[in-house]
């Protein structure tokens, strides 16, 4: 059914509102949503890892390194591996359905706009963790379904494929952690914020950092909105504080999936 | 023609860099020359020509008028930032290439603007129903290190020229309305107010030095960088209104403080070089004019 | 912290009507040269119905018969015992593919090198095992002219303890037809840098070089050494002087490198990237040569 152009969904209008502590709760404290990961989820793939930041769901596999498939352009590229990364959205990801009319004219399964930016950030975060020069010629690739965004993609995104990639036995120099905010007005910070619990709040920026936590080495710093150079400061320096939080739980599942894997059938 | 270093030529570009003197001469934090015209092409609302050193662009803003988002909650126009990295630029565009890079910088530029502070955007709202849409399209003419720091230059030189005609809307009794326009549209037109706009600024990591402005050959030195956007808006005082990392390396969390503080002061000073330089060719509007009709600009 | 921006309100119009009447027999593609007779057709022209037509915009050239057109802007075009500096782009059997600015790849055989320590004796199958550990991708050298084919390739040698790889410094690109062809194109320059003018437009400027070090043939390189600061600078201004130098049009060699040099000290190294410092110097340089000559 084809609706006028000016009408809205009925989810503007009902506002969905889940259990989750509502922002008051979580200003300027280290409070996350809830954080859970479990690596080795599928059976068929060499590496595999899922991941629950409060509602965003993302699963992710990791196959290779094998020989080049993708073309490259610099000749360069082949003295040292590459990543290859895919990313997918569920149609159901988002409150609307992903499939908008301005995609329509795309052949189905060619990524969109946000796959595709969202691939390349993936893309540059994991390179550093991972030790590409011991695969030169070969490739890594690395899908990503999201299968529910509420907000804190990337990180999420970032966290699950280097899981996937230690589930896998590839070389790393570290883990990936990845921690977002969101600065509100008069310089207050969200940490962890949901799209739910950040819909009537005007946000005037929200920061994106990965960390690489042994190494204690930035492969990720992302900042949009605006923000005086004194809070984006205090943020960077919260949202690392957020990533190396995230550390032992992110341990603890690779530990559990290697005990399993090592056990006898 | 890809940009080939041996080890010996990068362990130099990496200690000069270190040593605070480059191969050019310049310090870590001294910018190229750069050449800023705006005006250039009569078929769009505004354009500027940039040329950093050897890296050329061109930049135009067209506008259409568009019906608003209605899920948008205020009523506001609506920015869009298109790069085009042709084969012309360096041999190196042609094929994919390009389209990474010119995508890379087109999605800056959007993420940069994309804050209340960097536009007022409401100003963009013609009708109940309609808003403009500013497209700014920067074409790279040739490329000679540092792509980013000159498109936004010129996006914001370009947007500063813009001139939009006052429309009015006609409410007619059915579904359409007609637009209505004053019968001599450059005096009967306003300019965006470019004051918060931002600037980009890519500091470099080269060796354990911050370097801005990095020439063809210090980018193949760099592993890690970041593109900082830089705005001062009279109210708020300095803006970042974007950061982000590029490259294969990683960053102590330390040296993303030093080089974004870097990035700020670059951005300032390029802020309020580029004021100056608008000011002065606003001054001299009428003569200017007459200038730019003459042919073969692309050739001084 | 400089920044440093112009618009072109107050740039002076280059006009460069003056200059290209000094130019004579100039020619452009299919321009009459000569009637064929009594002519012999050289690089850069063809005849129709008789006469000799330009087939590249230049200048005609004319040796006793031979009637050449010599492009203004070209690729190099090699000649035996030329001195060129080149950039290795691929490793093969026996034989390393160099990239010298001409229209193909240049060649370099296995045989034609001196090993490290400036050895010369037969190569081994270990030497050619070896290859990559002597020259690898994206290396520069410095070489000689030793053959040319007939596609227009060139084989390089680098038998002589002054070529051979390049430890650090700067290159510099410039258009082949800028350098002029004299007797020794390696110069230790009085400023303090040594410069070695390519005569395929390659310019590559380094630290002085002592006679001790040349004899190693530039394989042993000590890539930790860090070139103090006050070559460093030397090093800088000298690449800006010949940059300025080419853009332009003032023909390198020793005396016009120095003179730029000396004339520049009065700038900061940085100040000589902008457009209207370069034209001065290069302007002043020409009017001490024209001096000079008188």
């Known amino acids: ?265 | 023609m890809e940009v080939h270093l041996s080890d010996a030529e990068r362990v130099f570009i990496v200690h000069g860099v270190q040593e605070g003197i480059r191969n050019d001469g310049r310090g870590a934090s001294d910018y190229r020359p750069i050449r800023v015209e705006t005006g250039v092409l009569s078929t769009t609302l505004g354009s500027a020509r940039v040329r950093l050193a050897s890296t050329d662009v061109l930049v135009g803003v067209k506008a259409e008028i568009d019906e608003i988002d209605c899920k948008q909650t205020e009523k506001k126009g609506r920015i869009r930032f298109f790069v085009d990295c042709s084969a012309n630029a360096t041999p190196l565009f042609a094929g994919k290439g390009g389209e990474e890079m010119a995508e890379f910088v087109s999605t800056a530029l959007t993420d940069a603007y994309s804050n209340s502070m960097a536009l007022d955007l409401s100003k963009l709202v013609v009708s109940t129903t309609k808003a403009w849409t500013v497209f700014v399209d920067v074409v790279v003419l040739e490329c000679g290190g540092n792509l980013t720091d000159a498109a936004a230059l010129g996006a914001k030189a370009a947007l500063a020229d813009a001139r939009l005609a006052n429309v009015r809307i006609k409410a007619s009794d059915s579904e359409k309305s007609e637009i209505e326009l004053t019968d001599d549209a450059y005096f009967d037109s306003w300019q965006l107010d470019v004051t918060a706009a931002p600037l980009l600024v890519t500091v470099n990591k080269i060796g354990w030095s911050n370097v801005v402005d990095a020439s063809l050959q210090e980018e193949v030195c760099t592993k890690s960088a970041l593109v900082v956007g830089v705005a001062s808006s009279p109210a708020k005082g300095d803006l970042v209104t974007l950061v982000r990392q590029t490259g294969r390396g990683s960053l102590e969390p330390d040296s993303v403080d030093e080089m974004i503080a870097l990035g700020v002061r670059a951005g300032n000073s390029l802020n309020r070089e580029l004021d100056r330089i608008l000011v002065d060719i606003g001054r001299t509007q009428m003569n200017r004019n007459e200038l730019v009709s003459a042919a073969g600009f692309l050739s001084s | 912290m400089s920044v440093e921006m112009t618009c072109p309100l107050d740039a002076t119009t280059a006009s460069g009507s003056g200059r290209v009447s000094e130019l004579k027999n100039m020619v452009t593609p299919g321009g009459r040269v000569a009637a064929s007779a009594g002519f012999m057709r050289g690089h850069g022209t063809y005849t129709i119905d008789g006469d000799l037509h330009a087939s590249v915009a230049g200048v005609v050239e004319q040796v006793n018969k031979l009637v050449c057109v010599k492009p203004v802007k070209s690729r190099y075009i090699g000649e035996i015992g030329d001195v060129v500096i080149g950039r290795i782009t691929e490793a093969q059997q026996k034989r390393w593919k160099v990239e010298t600015n001409s229209r193909l790849d240049s060649v370099l055989m296995l045989s034609s090198v001196n090993l490290p320590g400036g050895e010369l004796r037969r190569k081994s199958l270990e030497d050619e095992l070896m290859m990559r550990e002597y020259l690898h991708e994206g290396d520069l050298i410095s070489a000689e002219v030793q053959q040319l084919f007939h596609d227009g390739s060139l084989s390089l040698h680098t038998r002589n303890l002054r070529y051979g790889k390049l430890s650090q410094g700067v290159l510099v690109k410039v258009n082949p037809s800028l350098v002029k062809r004299r007797k020794t194109h390696f110069h230790n320059l009085p400023c303090g840098a040594s410069v070695i003018l390519g005569c395929n437009g390659y310019i590559w400027i380094s630290r002085l070089v002592n006679e001790q070090e040349t004899h190693t043939g530039g394989y042993a390189q000590n890539l930790d050494e860090v070139v103090p600061l006050e070559e460093r600078q030397v090093i800088a201004r000298l690449s800006n002087c010949v940059s300025l130098l080419a853009s332009n049009r003032v023909l390198l060699y020793d005396t016009t490198i120095i003179s730029a040099f000396d004339i520049s000290l009065q700038y900061e190294i940085k100040e000589l990237l902008k457009v209207d410092v370069g034209a001065e110097i290069a302007l002043e340089v020409r009017a001490k040569l024209a001096t000079e000559t008188q």
């Open chain 1, 1 to 265: 059914m084809r609706l006028p152009a000016s009408s809205l969904p009925l989810s503007h209008f009902t506002q969905s509102s889940s259990g989750l502590p509502s922002h008051s709760d979580r200003q300027n404290t280290a409070n996350m949503r809830p954080f859970f990961i479990r690596a080795n989820v599928l059976e068929s793939a060499k590496g595999s890892a899922y991941i629950e930041m409060g509602n965003t769901k993302l699963v992710c596999s990791v196959d290779g390194p094998k020989e080049i498939t993708v073309s490259s352009d610099s000749g360069d590229a082949y003295s040292e591996g590459i990543l290859n990364v895919r990313v997918k959205f569920a149609v159901f990801s988002h409150q609307e359905r992903t499939v908008s009319d301005a995609d329509a004219h795309r052949r189905i399964g060619d990524p969109t706009e946000l796959e595709t930016k969202l691939a390349a950030n993936i893309q540059d975060g994991l390179s550093p963790a991972v030790c590409l020069d011991r695969i030169p010629r070969a490739q890594i690739d690395i899908n990503c379904t999201i299968l529910e965004d509420q907000g804190g993609v990337l990180s999420a995104a970032l966290i699950c494929a280097s899981s996937a990639l230690a589930d896998a036995g590839i070389d790393m120099y570290d883990l990936v952690l990845s921690s977002s905010l969101a600065v509100v007005d008069n310089d207050q910070m969200i940490v962890d914020p949901s799209t739910t619990c950040l819909a009537d709040k005007p946000i005037s920026g929200s920061v994106t950092v990965a960390l690489m936590p042994s190494l204690n080495q930035v492969v990720t710093c992302e900042q949009s909105g605006a923000c005086s150079p004194e809070t984006l400061r205090k943020a960077i320096r919260l949202a690392t504080e957020c990533c190396v939080k995230l550390h032992p739980l992110v341990q603890k599942a690779l530990v559990t999936s290697v005990r399993l894997r090592s056990r006898p059938k």
